[in-house]
């Protein structure tokens, strides 16, 4: 039980376009996302968290406009990365729970290059 | 700040010996923690996980131990096999307002089990 899946895998995409990535909980409804990024060799950093159809919150630093957050489900959850930078290549990871849970079970993460 | 560390970013273990992985934490509101595994390209896995108000935790092989007073986790894995190499995240919890909770992960840990 506890299966998150991500999509797609691996994208790559030209400088000033759109991209959108998306979290679903294959066996459970999650209450909460979250959306993490992991730069080489770093920890995963904390981007947002989301709530079945409400706002994300964003952490400090992160740029709501450019990081657009949507849960519209109780399993669905995207990220779409908007006017995508080289800078933005990273390797982004979904992570959700289930009602009061602590625990996060994370997606497989989907590694965005931009060129 | 890092409020949680992994000061050994790397471990080698011979196979079927005992690997000890620690962690150590500033804020004294976390309370709970977690323990994932993670594979180059993958999301991390849920290994285990504590209560604050316990200082042991068994699961198969996996162990986790928490001193409180001293502000230190570890986890144990005994005996160690080749497929427990990968890196180590310690990861804490708290209630960063009403039914929103945030989970803060360590540098992690590389751990390699030799054959």
């Known amino acids: 039980g506890a299966v998150v899946s991500q999509h797609p895998s691996r994208v790559i995409c030209k400088s000033g376009t759109s991209v959108k990535i998306e979290c679903r909980s294959l066996?459970?409804?999650?209450?909460?996302m979250f959306w993490y990024r992991q730069f080489p060799k770093q920890s995963l950093m904390l981007m947002a968290t989301s709530n079945e159809g409400s706002k994300a919150t964003y952490e400090q630093g992160v740029e709501k406009d450019k990081f657009l957050i949507n849960h519209a489900s109780l399993t669905l959850s995207t990220l779409t990365v908007t006017s995508a930078h080289p800078e933005d290549s990273s390797f982004y990871i979904c992570s959700a729970t289930t009602g009061s849970g602590v625990t996060q079970y994370f997606g497989p993460g989907t590694r965005l290059l931009v060129l | 700040d890092q409020q949680v560390k992994q000061n050994s970013p790397s471990l080698s273990v011979q196979e079927g010996r005992i690997s000890i992985l620690n962690c150590d934490y500033t804020?004294?509101?976390?309370?709970?923690f977690l323990w994932y595994k993670k594979y180059p390209a993958e999301g991390p896995t849920f290994l285990i996980s504590?209560?604050?108000?316990?200082d042991k935790n068994e699961d198969g092989r996996f162990t986790v131990f928490l001193n409180k007073s001293a502000k230190h986790l570890s986890l144990h894995i005994v005996p160690s096999q080749p497929g427990d190499s990968a890196v180590y995240f310690c990861?804490?919890?708290?209630?960063?307002?009403?039914?929103?909770?945030?989970?803060?992960f360590g540098s992690g840990t590389r751990l390699q089990v030799q054959p």
């Open positions: 504590i209560s604050s108000i316990k």
């Open positions: 066996d459970f409804q999650a209450t909460t």
């Open positions: 804020n004294s509101m976390f309370d709970y």
């Open positions: 990861a804490a919890s708290e209630q960063v307002s009403t039914g929103r909770r945030a989970l803060t």
